[in-house]
Structures are given as structure tokens and as C-alpha cells.
Nanobody, 126 residues
Framework: QVQLVESGGGLVQAGGSLRLSCAAS????????MGWFRQAPGKEREFVAA????????EYADSVKGRFTISRDNAKNTVYLQMNSLKPEDTAIYYC???????????????????WGQGTQVTVSS
């Protein structure tokens, strides 16, 4: 069992940056692949980024590639999402997720993630 707590959300102007953090409980953080999803009002939850257990592999949604960077610090049980060049369409609740599944071609599927945080709101004004 792992508990995930996101932080770092807020209000930012278009073109600005935010860094989200997700702190995980437990001593086996490095056993989990981690991901970030987001959900905008009236829209379905969508994949943003994923990172493998040791951080060797990453994957991004096309909409954020080149602007967002996912990283992790296993010593601190924390995964990060650095978001640069933010756009109003990035406005959403951002969720941190954890999976016991190995890295695969299905990292974008929400159903493969076992644990979810409560989410943190990101609002980008134009």
C-alpha cells in the first residue's frame, strides 16, 4: 500500500512555470512506476507523463512533450512534474499515480495504475 500526496499547484499566467511534487509513503517507493494524469472540467482524465521505477525511462503525452519534465528522487520518495511554458489548456486537476506493473507500451492507460493521490489544482490564466 502506498499513499500519495501532491503539492505545488496554483495559479500562474500563461508562459509561466510550476513544479508539482508527489510525496509517497512507505519504504518501497522504488518498486513503483509513477505517473501524472490530469482532468480538466468537463473532460475525461488524461495521461500526462510516466517514469519507470529507477527513472531510466520516461514517456509524455504529445500535448506536453518538450514543456513538461517528469523526474523522481527515490531517496526522498518523491516524484516531480516540472511544467514550463504553461498554456491555458493545461488548466486541470493533476493527479499523481503509482503502479506495480513493469514499464510497458501501456503506460498511458489509467487502469494500470494502482494508487492515486487526491490531486492538485493547476490554473493557467491567459
Amino acid at each position: 500500500q502506498v499513499q500519495l500526496v501532491e503539492s505545488g499547484g496554483g495559479l500562474v499566467q500563461a508562459g509561466g512555470s510550476l513544479r508539482l511534487s508527489c510525496a509517497a509513503s512507505g519504504r518501497t517507493f522504488s518498486s513503483y512506476g509513477m505517473g501524472w494524469f490530469r482532468q480538466a472540467p468537463g473532460k475525461e482524465r488524461e495521461f500526462v507523463a510516466a517514469i519507470s521505477r529507477r527513472g531510466f525511462y520516461t514517456e509524455y503525452a504529445d500535448s506536453v512533450k518538450g514543456r513538461f519534465t517528469i523526474s523522481r528522487d527515490n531517496a526522498k520518495n518523491t516524484v516531480y512534474l516540472q511544467m514550463n511554458s504553461l498554456k491555458p489548456e493545461d488548466t486541470a486537476i493533476y493527479y499523481c499515480t503509482a503502479t506495480t506493473s513493469i514499464w510497458s507500451n501501456y503506460n498511458r492507460e489509467a487502469t494500470r495504475y494502482d494508487y492515486w493521490g487526491q490531486g492538485t489544482q493547476v490554473t493557467v490564466s491567459s
